[in-house]
C-alpha cells in the first residue's frame, strides 16, 4: 500500500477507470465474437492482431465504399467452398441495377430538366445519397403546382422583358414577402431616375434652394398677416370712441356699472347702437336675433353674411338683409333645405307669389342671378375616401381632394367594426 495519500487517490482512479472499461468491454463481447471469429479469445485475446484486423475491415469498407475491391477479396472469395452460392446474388443485384437504371431514366424523362446533367448526376451518387434525394422528391411533391406556377409566370415575365427579375426571384434568399417590396422599389426608382433624365428641370432642380424658397414664403406670408391684423386693430382702435365722451357712451359707461335692473338690449341699441358698434363692429347672430334686438333703420352694416345659407328660410333673412349694404351667401345647394316640421301651413296666392317655393336665401339668390363663386378645395375629410363619392355624383369632380397617405392601413376614413352581440338585418 501507498504510504501517501496521493498514491491511494491514484489507486482508486485506477480502478475507477477499470470498471468503466470493464463495463465497455461487456457490452461489446458478442460484437467480438461475430467480428473475429476464431481470433476471439475474450480477455485471452491478442489485441494486436484484432487491431490489425479492424484497420484492414476498416480499409475495405472505404475501398468498396469508393468502388475499388481488392483482388485479395477477390482470390478469396473464388477460393472460399461458399463462393459458388455468390454467383446468384450476383445476378440478382446486377438485376437490380439494372431495373434501377431504367426508373432513373424514366423521372430523368418524365422531369424534362432543362440541366439535364444536374439529373444524370443521379447515377453517379452513392446509393445513400440517391435514396435521400428521392425521398426529398417524393416528400415535396406537393410543391410541384408552385413549381409549375412559377414556370408559367417566369414565361410571361420573359414576355413582359423582365427576365433579371426573374434570376433574381429564382436566388431570392430572403422572405417571398419581401419580394414584391424590392420590386416596386426598384421599379418606381427607375421611374425617378427616367423622370430625371429625360426632364432638364427636374434634372437641374436643386433642394435646398427650393427649401429656402418655401421657407421665404411661409415667413413673408407670416408676416403679412400679422401686419393685416395690426394694421386692422389699429383701424379699429383710431375708431373707438373715448370712455369719458358723453351721450351714448355715458348710457354704456352707465349699463356696465350697474348690479342690476339692466336696460333691455333692443332699448340699449336703441339708445347707443352707434357707439356699440364703433366698439364691435362685428355682429354674430342669427336671423331672429336680428329681429329681435337689432330695431330697424337704427344700425347699418357694411357686409352681411350668410354662412351655411342652405339652411336659412328666405323669409327670415330679409331683415337682416335690409341692415347691410353688401350680402355674401356662403351655402351648398347639395345639402339639405331648413327642415319645415314645426311650421304651420299658410295658403298663398302662387300666381303673386313667384318665391313660394324657393327653400332658401341660397336659393333665392341664385334663382336672382347673382353672380357666384366656387370653392373647390375640400380639406374637411381627413381620407378622400369620405368625400370621393359626393365629389363624383354632386360636385361633378370639381372638388380638390388632398390624398390621404397609404402608409398606415387604419387610417382608411370608414372603418367596418364587427359586434358580435348585435342584431343585423338584410334587405331582401
Known amino acids: 500500500m501507498p504510504s501517501n495519500q496521493h498514491g491511494c487517490l491514484d489507486i482508486i482512479d485506477d480502478v475507477l477507470n477499470f470498471q468503466e472499461q470493464k463495463k465497455l468491454y461487456l457490452e461489446y463481447v458478442s460484437l467480438g465474437e461475430a467480428l473475429f471469429g476464431a481470433q476471439w479469445l475474450a480477455e485471452r485475446s491478442d489485441w494486436e492482431v484484432l487491431t490489425q484486423l479492424s484497420n484492414w475491415i476498416f480499409d475495405l469498407y472505404d475501398d468498396l465504399g469508393k468502388g475499388d475491391i481488392p483482388r485479395g477479396i477477390l482470390a478469396f472469395l473464388s477460393g472460399h467452398f461458399d463462393a459458388q452460392g455468390l454467383f446468384g446474388e450476383i445476378a440478382r443485384i446486377r438485376a437490380a441495377v439494372k431495373e434501377l437504371d431504367a426508373i432513373l431514366a424514366q423521372v ?20 445513400g445519397e440517391l435514396n435521400d434525394r428521392l425521398g426529398t422528391w417524393k416528400g415535396s411533391l406537393p410543391k410541384l403546382y408552385l413549381l409549375a406556377r412559377f414556370n408559367h409566370l417566369k414565361e410571361e415575365m420573359e414576355i413582359e422583358g423582365l427576365r433579371q427579375i426573374v434570376e433574381h426571384a429564382a436566388n431570392w434568399d430572403r422572405p417571398a414577402s419581401e419580394l414584391v417590396a424590392a420590386f416596386d422599389l426598384c421599379w418606381f426608382a427607375g421611374l425617378v431616375e427616367q423622370g430625371y433624365a429625360s426632364t432638364p428641370a427636374l434634372a437641374k432642380f436643386d433642394s435646398i434652394k427650393q427649401n429656402h424658397l418655401i421657407d421665404r414664403f411661409c415667413s413673408l406670408d407670416t408676416t403679412s398677416l400679422a401686419h393685416a391684423q395690426a394694421e386692422l386693430s ?24 350697474k348690479k342690476r335692473r339692466h336696460m333691455p338690449i333692443r332699448q340699449l341699441i336703441e339708445e347707443a347702437g352707434r357707439a356699440i358698434q364703433q366698439i364691435k363692429p362685428i355682429f354674430m347672430m342669427s336671423p331672429m336675433s336680428i329681429a329681435n334686438f337689432l330695431p330697424a333703420g337704427k344700425l347699418e352694416f357694411d357686409v352681411v353674411i350668410f354662412d351655411e345659407a342652405s339652411q336659412v328660410k328666405a323669409v327670415d333673412a330679409f331683415g337682416a338683409i335690409l341692415r347691410g349694404r353688401q350680402t355674401i351667401v356662403v351655402g351648398d345647394t347639395r345639402q339639405m333645405p331648413p327642415t319645415d316640421f314645426f311650421g304651420r301651413d299658410v295658403e298663398l296666392d302662387e300666381e303673386d307669389n313667384v318665391t313660394a317655393d324657393i327653400e332658401s336665401i341660397l336659393s333665392l339668390f341664385r334663382a336672382r342671378g347673382v353672380s357666384e363663386r366656387y370653392l373647390s378645395w375640400h380639406y374637411r375629410s381627413r381620407h378622400e375616401s369620405l368625400i370621393a363619392v359626393s365629389n363624383a355624383e354632386f360636385y361633378e369632380r370639381r372638388l380638390v381632394i388632398f390624398p390621404a397617405s397609404g402608409t398606415n392601413r387604419d387610417a382608411i376614413g370608414l372603418r367596418f367594426t364587427h359586434l358580435p352581440h348585435a342584431i343585423y338585418g338584410h334587405l331582401e
Open 108 to 127: 430523368i424523362a418524365r422531369l424534362e430538366h432543362d440541366k439535364a446533367s444536374a439529373i444524370v448526376d443521379l447515377k453517379g451518387i452513392t446509393l
Open 234 to 257: 389699429k383701424q379699429i382702435w383710431e375708431r373707438q370712441p373715448r370712455l369719458n365722451q358723453p351721450g351714448e357712451v355715458a348710457i354704456i359707461r352707465t349699463e356696465l356699472n
